[in-house]
């Protein structure tokens, strides 16, 4: 089946620890994207790649880090720069820029 | 401000009520999008408005393009039906810009 997977589901980091989250898809999407879910608040883009090799920054790339070396990966470390890394993380990939996007099931990060 | 503005934030129902979420965009919005959030935290794309209304089931969204305004409907609202309804909108770019979401919660 096709799809966009993330794991893990839920995520315990101790404070100061690099963290990666993972995200994969078999749609063979070029764009994907990950976003932070803060309580309250929409979803915020903190970075996007459009095609294997390359990313950008979105609203809030600061304490995170991307790479895309395959088209079907796009892992996000929380760095520890990070000041408050605790949120629910989605990814999401799409045909392109303008397609639908669909997410994955997301990773809940707690930091502790 | 936000370029994407929800409202209500929160909605209680009882089945069998007829729901409407409304959504607000700003200039620079080419397509709006809804989307479902469950408990779980999965999200599922319901629709993508350029222009008019659609239909799947019981869900019903519209757009008015001169008002920079769209609502989601919600007929014969059922329980299953409770979850986080959020509004997005595409800028010319691609990029999504997010509304905060409306928490619906459907009572037996």
């Known amino acids: 089946d096709g799809g966009i997977t993330q794991s893990p589901k839920y995520l315990f980091r101790k404070e100061g620890q690099n963290v990666t989250l993972s995200c994969e898809q078999n749609?063979?999407?070029?764009?994907m994207y990950w976003y932070r879910q803060d309580p309250g608040q929409g979803l915020r883009l903190i970075y996007y790649?459009?095609?294997?090799?390359?990313?950008q920054k979105g609203d809030i790339a600061e304490g995170y880090s991307v790479s895309r070396e395959k088209k079907e990966s796009f892992p996000l470390t929380v760095t520890s720069a990070q000041k408050n890394p605790t949120a629910f993380y989605l990814c999401?990939?799409?045909?392109?820029?303008?397609?639908?996007?669909?997410f994955g099931p997301g990773t809940r990060l707690t930091v502790l | 401000k936000n370029e994407v503005e929800q409202s209500p934030q929160n909605l209680t129902a009882q089945e069998g009520e007829f729901i409407t979420i409304n959504c607000s965009y700003s200039?620079?919005?080419?397509?709006l999008h809804w989307l479902q959030q469950h408990p779980g935290g999965g999200i599922v794309s319901l629709f993508m408005?350029?222009?008019g209304k659609k239909k799947h089931g019981r869900l019903i969204a519209t757009i008015n393009i001169q008002e920079k305004h769209s609502s989601l409907h919600i007929t014969a609202s059922h329980p299953r039906d409770s979850a986080v309804y959020i509004c997005?909108?595409?800028?010319?770019?691609?990029?999504?810009?997010f509304g905060q979401g409306t928490t619906l919660q459907v009572k037996p």
């Open positions: 408005l350029s222009s």
């Open positions: 999401a990939s799409s045909i392109g820029m303008d397609g639908t996007q669909y």
């Open positions: 749609l063979n999407h070029d764009a």
């Open positions: 200039v620079g919005i080419s397509a």
């Open positions: 997005c909108g595409s800028s010319n770019t691609g990029k999504l810009i």
């Open positions: 790649s459009q095609i294997v090799n390359d990313f």
